[in-house]
């Protein structure tokens, strides 16, 4: 008999910890799944009477650059060689770009690399035409045109690599203030 009770001793205590490890996980579960999303850390915020608003315990700062880890890219793939998506994301990544999709475009007549973007996002569509270099053409397109988030990227089968050496930063229009 006193060799069970130490058995019993054993279970209880680890359905005891089981139980507190559940708890604890559930709690940073339900933290994570209601947290608030992150805005977009170039996006303008809201100005009121020519003074910017932050939330609490956020600092307006002016922000002239625009950096490649602020830039979400998607690249789709309009040639006939396999697998040219994945490996041009991963050299997007490489240079510290955000991934997003990747993809076939096989209906799009693309000879080098297209960049296509919203309007809004001229800027970031510069920036990873720059990786691309002179040949790449930048496209204008409606949101509901675009394959995938962020600023997409056809490539076709006459793109070889990213240029070398190209900046992984380029200066904003206008300086934009936002909350950090």
């Known amino acids: 008999m006193s060799a069970t009770r130490p058995q019993r001793n054993v279970a209880a205590g680890s359905l005891a910890v089981t139980a507190v490890i559940v708890v604890v996980m559930a709690v940073w579960g339900f933290n994570a799944a209601t947290a608030p999303i992150e805005d977009d850390p170039v996006a303008v915020t809201p100005v009121v009477d020519d ?59 693309v000879p080098f690399a297209e960049i296509h973007a919203k309007a809004t996002d001229t800027t970031k569509a510069k920036l990873v035409a720059l990786s691309f270099g002179k040949s790449a053409k930048i496209v204008v397109d409606d949101e509901k045109d675009l394959l995938g988030p962020g600023v997409n990227v056809i490539i076709g089968d006459k793109f070889r690599a990213l240029k070398a050496g190209a900046p992984r930063r380029i200066k904003l229009p206008e300086p934009v203030v936002t909350c950090e």
Do not use: M
């Open 51 to 109: 003074v910017v608003t932050c939330g609490a315990g956020q600092v307006a700062i002016k922000v002239e650059d625009l950096r490649s880890d602020q830039v979400v890219v998607s690249v789709y793939n309009a040639g006939k060689k396999k697998g040219r998506a994945t490996a041009t994301l991963n050299l997007l990544e490489n240079r510290n770009f955000q991934p997003g999709a990747i993809g076939n475009a096989s209906d799009a007549e």
